[in-house]
């Protein structure tokens, strides 16, 4: 019987590693105001999730922080199901938040002739039933003009 159990276990693990898994793709694609308070401020973000694999991947949330310049913008998180259809995507939208002093290290960094604006957006699709959380982290670089041109 324990010969039979270890069969059955090597052969679903040869089975599992004959599959690839390309990893999903997860950008910030937009930012919208929200109404905010003088300590908080509160925005809307609008995320797309990319599925490259023929299977549907569905999630049970999302948390994500969203790093400007090196440092902490916004965090927000989601307890809304997710479902990215097989080799598509679909736009998960998020209610964030970032408090004053987040901003003013912000404006710190700008003063200072800062010429772009890295930025770095990570976080977590949370698995659903026996299917593991993913974690992801996108970088990239806008164009910063301060106002009055220098």
Same mark, same amino acid.
């Given at each position: 019987?324990? #010969?039979?159990?270890?069969?059955?276990?090597?052969? =679903?693990?040869?089975?599992?590693?004959?599959?690839?898994? /390309?990893?999903?793709?997860? !950008?910030?694609?937009?930012?919208?105001?929200?109404?905010?308070?003088?300590?908080?401020?509160?925005?809307?973000?609008? &995320?797309?999730?990319?599925? +490259?694999?023929?299977?549907? %991947?569905? $999630?049970?949330?999302?948390?994500?922080?969203?790093?400007?310049?090196?440092? @902490?913008? !916004? /965090?927000? &998180?989601? *307890?809304?199901?997710?479902? &990215?259809? @097989?080799?598509?995507?679909?736009?998960?939208?998020?209610?964030? *938040?970032?408090?004053? %002093?987040?901003?003013?290290?912000? %404006?710190?960094?700008? @003063?200072?002739?800062? /010429? !772009?604006? *890295?930025?770095?957006?990570?976080?977590?699709?949370?698995?659903?039933?026996?299917? +593991?959380?993913?974690? %992801? *982290?996108? #970088?990239? /670089? =806008?164009?910063? !003009?301060? $106002?009055?041109?220098?």
């Amino acid at each position: 019987m324990t #010969r039979l159990i270890t069969a059955i276990l090597c052969l =679903a693990t040869f089975a599992g590693g004959c599959t690839t898994y /390309q990893p999903l793709d997860v !950008a910030l694609v937009g930012i919208e105001p929200l109404p905010s308070s003088m300590l908080e401020q509160r925005m809307r973000l609008q &995320v797309r999730v990319l599925n +490259p694999n023929d299977r549907v %991947f569905d $999630a049970s949330g999302l948390s994500l922080q969203l790093n400007v310049n090196g440092q @902490r913008l !916004a /965090q927000a &998180v989601t *307890s809304e199901p997710i479902v &990215v259809p @097989r080799l598509g995507e679909t736009r998960v939208f998020l209610e964030a *938040s970032t408090t004053l %002093f987040d901003l003013a290290r912000q %404006f710190l960094v700008l @003063r200072d002739g800062a /010429q !772009a604006l *890295s930025y770095e957006v990570e976080g977590k699709l949370h698995g659903k039933g026996l299917r +593991p959380d993913i974690s %992801f *982290s996108k #970088r990239g /670089q =806008a164009p910063w !003009a301060p $106002a009055g041109g220098r």
